[in-house]
DNA sequence: ACCGTCATTGACAGCGCTGTCAATAAGCGT
DNA sequence: ACGCTTATTGACAGCGCTGTCAATGACGGT
């Protein structure tokens, strides 16, 4: 056990007080420039760490963000996870996982009570919890910061996200554009925001086409490959079955192309599919999936900096009026998506 | 700011002192039943929980392990945590993430860097970092417990597996079965162990079926779709193609098929096509790929459950002898693997 | 040189919990 | 009932760090 070095034997190496070194660490101002150098060199020297045990406990904090999600997609989660640990990284944060179910009666006590446990510094909402009204209450109530991803800021706290109507409407329009007029579409869960932005995207687009939306040409699923498969046969059996279907994300677009493939049409020849998220899979599927690119990375990685900034600006307003929610903050980020149009909507 | 109760208000409120409910909460023994009935009585009422980060500094242990992975796939990622995340929850464990670069020239030092900033009371290792001695031997001066997973314990400390030969042997076996004698097989990374297992797998079925393993049949690849498109233009391209080709890990069967696909080649028809580890996407293919299932979340619940074993276990001898590695804890655990088998090899 | 002001530093008291060890209660044998 | 062993409990001292606040040093103006 190589004992790690403690705080004070920094100081004692570099001549000062254990709180001038703690000040160092945490960057603090009122530090001359020359004590901060010797400071730091005997921090190198010992290759010190601070504990965050410690640091945690003695300042009320504890340097660890939370990540609750619901089963999202494998790529969703990983790509996702991978912005929010780069952004963690730069600020010294750890990342802690927090798994919850949204269908659970007790999503909002499970929640809470590993927030209890936990005493993370704020946490970051994946879909669907983010759309929870439930849980974004219980939240709110409990005073931790969070910031939301890849939902539409229903006036819900923070949120980071793409404009996914529009994202919707492009695909469609490029659908329209490529000579399809019988469009079929797969909604996807309805405890999801994007769900109904996916949709009303796609009727904006159809309407501007002067097309009308046939409702026996528009199936639900849950985002599951089993839904979109079932969602398939269902547009497919019809007499006049749709020439397109833009299904609501990736995985029951596979469905779709799984069950067209089964039924011997051709993609895109007798089938143009599109789906939404551009998960790896849908570039390595035959053909290649058009579908609409969400920088996930970086989505993580901004509500990341933003849930610090907040952490920051909660810190120093502390003890002053206790302001609950300066709803000034509820502003979302909106970042750019990507249509990736590959062979599966292509001639 | 719900203010969370702290140990010395369950103290107070069943009577005892503030040592009596430390007692109850660690389910340490000596606690007579009737008391530690009305302890439990008072968290449950107040909804204690105790602060991690507390406990942290006060018993020298973090409740924390750590994951240190290197860009595996998604969906092996996400099921490995899932069952990591099941095991912690039980215990009363957090998870922190580690990712690293095992190609960087100071993975060593980041992982160490990393333990220090974080100080997890053990950590799991997921290939290929379970294969790389550098790591493992920093990991082990450190005195710190690991164990690894889905990699062959190679006497490198306790493991959590299958037998990935035998898996590769009984599905060469298959498709041997099937009436194949030219097989075409991908090999992984050099840097994992299980690229060899799996090839001498391949290797073993070959031989006892007496067919010679033709070494133009055999490609290299990384696990990446990429990768086995290369290996695939490679393999197909040859005078005399092979019937059968199975890569060591489905993401390369993937770009195998998807190279298939676009030669025109009808799968199983022309080819027949395996993979292995039982990604989500090896079900939505069309055709359906067969493949290896490995229990990924099991042997995350189980490599995890052994972790907090060893970890019991050096805290209990801690003091004594400090034997520095007692090596009878190298053995590693096997769980059973199954052969998915699917519309790829299957007439 | 003298005072006010601000920048810099350190002493000290915990944060909420656990380990140690001593104190007390409970059993048990005779 | 007495002396002994063992089970149960609590008092107390930190764990390594931060917040508070008081002490010291530096600097500018007169």
Same mark, same amino acid.
């Given at each position: 056990m190589t004992s790690t070095a403690t705080i004070s034997d920094v100081a004692k190496m570099?001549?000062? #007080?254990?709180?001038?070194?703690?000040?160092?660490?945490?960057?603090? *101002?009122n530090v001359r420039a020359n004590t901060r150098e010797l400071v730091n060199q005997a921090i190198v020297e010992l290759s010190y760490k601070p504990s965050l045990a410690a640091r945690g406990l003695a300042g009320g904090r504890s340097f660890l963000i939370g990540l609750l999600y619901d089963n999202p997609s494998d790529s969703f989660l990983v790509e996702l996870q991978r912005g929010i640990l780069r952004a963690c990284r730069e600020k010294h944060y750890g990342l802690a996982l927090c798994p919850a179910f949204s269908k659970s009666t007790d999503v909002k006590t499970d929640i809470l009570d590993w927030i209890r446990a936990t005493q993370p510094d704020g946490v970051i909402l994946s879909p669907p919890l983010s759309d929870n009204m439930d849980v974004i209450d219980a939240l709110r109530a409990t005073g931790l910061k969070f910031v939301s991803v890849s939902s539409a800021g229903?006036?819900?706290? *923070?949120?980071?996200?793409?404009?996914?109507?529009?994202?919707?409407?492009?695909?469609? @329009? @490029?659908?329209?554009?490529?000579?399809?007029?019988?469009?079929?579409?797969?909604?996807? *869960?309805?405890d999801h925001a994007c769900t109904r932005l996916r949709y009303e995207g796609f009727c904006a687009a159809m309407s501007a086409a002067g097309i009308a939306v046939?409702?026996?040409?528009?199936?639900?699923?849950?985002?599951?490959?089993? #839904?979109?498969?079932?969602?398939?046969?269902?547009?497919?059996?019809?007499? #006049?079955? *749709?020439?397109?279907?833009?299904?609501s994300?990736?995985?029951?677009?596979?469905?779709?192309? @799984?069950?067209?493939h089964r039924k011997g049409l051709s993609i895109p020849g007798d089938l143009a599919v599109a789906g939404f998220d551009d998960t790896p899979m849908s570039r390595q599927f035959w053909p290649g999936l058009s579908t609409v690119r969400q920088p996930v990375e970086m989505i993580g990685e901004m509500a990341t900096e933003r849930l610090m900034a907040e952490i920051q600006r909660a810190k120093k307003e502390n003890g002053l009026h206790e302001a609950e929610t300066p709803d000034g903050s509820s502003n979302s980020e909106i970042l750019s998506f990507e249509l990736m149009l590959r062979a599966s909507t292509l001639g």
């Open positions: 570099a001549g000062v #007080s254990i709180k001038t070194v703690s000040r160092v660490v945490n960057n603090e *101002p229903t006036g819900h706290g *923070p949120a980071v996200h793409i404009d996914e109507a529009e994202a919707a409407r492009q695909m469609t @329009h @490029h659908l329209i554009e490529t000579g399809h007029r019988r469009l079929g579409f797969v909604k996807g *869960p309805l046939d409702n026996t040409l528009v199936a639900g699923g849950n985002f599951h490959f089993e #839904s979109g498969v079932e969602a398939a046969e269902k547009l497919l059996s019809g007499a #006049s079955r *749709p020439t397109a279907i833009f299904a994300n990736d995985d029951m677009a596979a469905g779709v192309m @799984h069950v067209a």
